[in-house]
């Protein structure tokens, strides 16, 4: 964020977990920049989702209108395993309605850095590498769904062509998750377990 807030002319605004926001200093400087924060809560299926969806898509597009960039993360939480996780439809359906080109950034190693379970944690050391795509145009599909699935596409064949990308390391770790999965104990109320990705 703050090596974007750099480089760029104007500074991109992130979406981002709201607990990021609650974290000292650092979530105060977030709020303070006007970076959008995303709420979570569970649904009457069991399932999580964005809370403040409407609030969240309403500054985006007014960020849009004034001319910012938007810093999104389609997949909604970080992939224990590598493999790419479903991108949300939220940023699609605004960057489709505002035919606001859309670039795909691809990065290998950032799960590494974050400890599964420690939401505030740092500290691991981890080697990541990204390539940033070139932008895609919204009006070039006919719906946002087909924007989605071309942006996903690009970010995978990046992905795989990153240094230390291992795939087969992927496949396996995909597998042990799926099994642990499979004999796991169904969860106490309170919060998501780690593969229950919020829905936007």
């Known amino acids: 964020w703050i090596v974007a807030s750099a480089i760029f002319p104007v500074p991109p605004k992130f979406v981002a977990m709201h607990s990021l926001f609650k974290m000292p200093l650092f979530g105060q400087v977030m709020k303070l920049s006007g970076h959008i924060p995303v709420k979570f ?9 964005v809370s403040n969806g ?3 898509t309403a500054r ?5 209108e004034w001319g910012n960039r938007l810093v999104v993360f389609p997949e909604g939480s970080l992939s224990r395993t590598g493999e790419l996780l479903e991108f949300k439809m939220g940023f ?3 960057a489709h309605e505002m035919n606001r080109p859309v670039v795909p950034v691809a990065c290998w190693g950032n799960h590494k850095m974050f400890p599964p379970g420690n939401q505030w944690a740092l500290a691991d050391f981890a080697r990541v590498y990204c390539q940033i795509g070139d932008p895609v145009m919204p009006s070039d599909f006919e719906t946002p769904e087909l924007l989605r699935d ?15 990308y291992d795939k087969a390391a992927v496949a396996r770790a995909v597998a042990e998750a799926e099994a642990k999965k499979s004999s796991a104990v169904t969860p106490a109320a309170g919060g998501p377990p780690a593969d229950d990705v919020p829905e936007f």
């Open 150 to 164: 071309y942006v996903v596409n690009s970010v995978k064949e990046m992905k795989e062509n990153l240094p230390s």
């Open 41 to 49: 809560q569970k649904k009457e299926d069991g399932r999580w989702g």
């Open 92 to 94: 699609f359906r605004l």
């Open 54 to 56: 409407d609030e969240v």
């Open 60 to 64: 985006g597009r007014q960020y849009l």
